[in-house]
């Protein structure tokens, strides 16, 4: 597998801390599924020297969109990223996930999880029925509303200080729509807390988690990103993930 | 440069570039850079099948990581009868890389595998992330002496030991693995190391890790020099790799082989790429073998 370049179309900040970067890569915007992520080097150069992994976003024709938080140096360097500079590549990394057909599919972002959500969304739309639901600490911190509206989506919030949507953890909303034993699905993208909140609380519901946070290599090569599996060992998230089912990881 | 192989305990390695351990799983995951390579190293293997430590496994600074995986593999036996008849179907040389927790282990996989498709075992004496485990062993002349005598009498294969510097003289260690009939050395294995998070408590999960990356390069430098010039067998260069031109400082410096670590986590095709770099780069400066560029550190002109 070799790195692949792609121009950056636009970059933007969508929400404090929030970036949302689109760039030109027509065979990836072909080859991306849900829940592949692609593993991209913020600089030229060993500092810094590990590629940073993000979940693609959306595809749009030659286009893909990534939306990032930037908390660190490496994430820093790619919001500096300005359109015409050169992305540096690897991917589609991971294992997409196995769209399901006539399903309910409850989606549940938090902050900046919600990115992923949006493609899933997109790929799920038309043989499912799908309900979204995103959180945050505030209102501003509620991003890709506006696309997840325009597929016509029910869309509920949840926000922490009750500036938009029902005030109290987005797992509430998530929660209240499961109906036991009637094959929903549960895809959930955000904090560990959020995660973990979910695998306690979803009884009779398959609920699959994103995780995507700190990895070595991304390519399943240095074991460096290990997810504590119930009876023992470790999920190569990477590798075996990124999307993985909460029931079957300690978190 | 007409013959690029490189020769260890006769057994032939089409060029002096290999894997690294640790760093290239079992070279199953990118197996058309595996093929290019003079040979590839595994993770290290133990008797007994590892879990590995809790996260975080991985820390960054500038221009290296710090590791603290904790030697997670599947043991002695699912390795051997599940992963190893695929290894051994990726044309190209498979050193195994084995660590013990007691000086016994060592032979004892060397003989169990010496059985197997194998090229030879490289003994992981200084993996620094176990906390009762290699780093004595292979701070301790003494002890890297009889672990590799030991493991000498269990095979005809090439057998190479890993050396530590982490505090310890590897030019004692290194005559330690001479005289116990190691057929070459690597130099050096990571160093130690500790990140903390910001409440002052270890940031990664196995508490201290190894340190690998561009950042070690000049020491790991340093110790092949040294080493190079104090003992007979060859040695294999090791520690921040991540191009042609660096490869050929090892060479230079005395190494007869090179390995490329973590270069591999940033780029899946970097062993691959160091190998034409240096191919190049040999090409250029009108070598007609290896002689001409090992060691020419301290040759007089």
Request: proline fraction near 7%; aromatic fraction near 6%.
């Amino acid at each position: 597998m070799k790195s692949l370049r792609a121009p950056v179309v636009a970059n933007a900040e969508v929400a404090p801390g929030i970036w949302s970067l689109w760039f030109e890569h027509p065979g990836l915007a072909r080859a991306c599924r849900p829940g592949h992520f692609l593993n991209l080097k913020p600089g030229p150069g060993p500092d810094p020297l590990l590629r940073r992994p993000l979940s693609v976003c959306d595809v749009e024709r030659d286009r893909l969109r990534l939306v990032f938080r930037a908390p660190g140096r490496g994430t820093a360097l790619l919001a500096q990223l300005r359109p015409g500079d050169e992305l540096d590549i690897l991917g589609p990394l991971g294992r997409p996930v196995r769209l399901p057909k006539r399903r309910t599919v409850l989606l549940c972002g938090g902050g900046v999880g919600a990115a992923p959500l949006l493609l899933l969304a997109r790929r799920l739309r038309d043989e499912n029925r799908v309900k979204v639901f995103l959180g945050a600490r505030a209102a501003e911190g509620l991003i890709l509303t506006r696309e997840f509206s325009r597929l016509r989506l029910e869309v509920g919030f949840a926000t922490d200080d009750g500036s938009h949507g029902h005030r109290g953890p987005v797992t509430d909303l998530v929660v209240k729509n499961v109906h036991p034993g009637t094959g929903q699905l549960v895809y959930a993208c955000g904090p560990l807390a959020m995660l973990a909140d979910l695998a306690r609380r979803v009884k009779g519901a398959e609920a699959w988690g994103f995780f995507e946070e700190r990895m070595g290599c991304g390519t399943g090569i240095c074991y460096c990103c290990a997810l504590p599996r119930k009876g023992g060992g470790y999920t190569r998230f990477c590798q075996e993930g990124p999307v993985v089912r909460l029931d079957e990881v300690e978190l | 440069m007409k013959n690029h192989s490189v020769r260890l305990r006769g057994v032939e390695f089409a060029n002096p570039v290999l894997a690294a351990s640790g760093t290239w799983e079992f070279g199953l995951r990118f197996k058309a850079v595996s093929a290019r390579l003079g040979g590839v190293v595994t993770k290290g293997i133990t008797v007994e099948p590892r879990a590995g430590n809790p996260g975080p496994r991985i820390f960054e600074f500038p221009g290296g990581i710090l590791n603290s995986v904790g030697l997670e593999n599947p043991g002695l036996e699912r390795f051997r009868d599940e992963v190893l008849p695929e290894v051994a179907a990726l044309g190209t040389r498979v050193i195994v890389n084995v660590a013990g927790f007691e000086p016994g282990e060592f032979d004892r996989l060397v003989g169990e595998l010496d059985r197997e498709p194998v090229a030879g075992f490289e003994l992981n004496l200084s993996c620094p992330n176990v906390g009762h485990g290699g780093a004595a062993f292979g701070q301790d002349p003494k002890l890297v002496e009889d672990i590799t005598r030991r493991a000498r009498a269990r095979t005809d294969r090439p057998v190479v030991v890993k050396l530590t510097a982490n505090f310890t003289d590897p030019v004692a260690t290194a005559r330690a693995a001479e005289a116990g009939g190691a057929d070459a050395v690597t130099v050096i294995n990571t160093l130690f190391g500790l990140a903390l998070n910001a409440n002052g408590r270890p940031f990664l999960g196995g508490r201290n890790g190894g340190m690998s990356g561009p950042a070690l390069k000049p020491f790991a430098l340093y110790c092949v020099d040294r080493v190079a010039a104090a003992v007979g067998i060859p040695v294999i260069g090791c520690g921040g790799i991540m191009d042609g031109r660096d490869a050929l400082d090892f060479l230079s410096a005395g190494a007869a082989l090179v390995q490329v670590g973590t270069a591999s986590l940033v780029e899946p095709d970097a062993a691959a790429r160091v190998w034409t770099g240096l191919r190049r780069l040999c090409r250029d400066l009108g070598a007609e073998s290896w002689a001409d560029i090992v060691g020419r550190t301290r040759r007089e002109d």
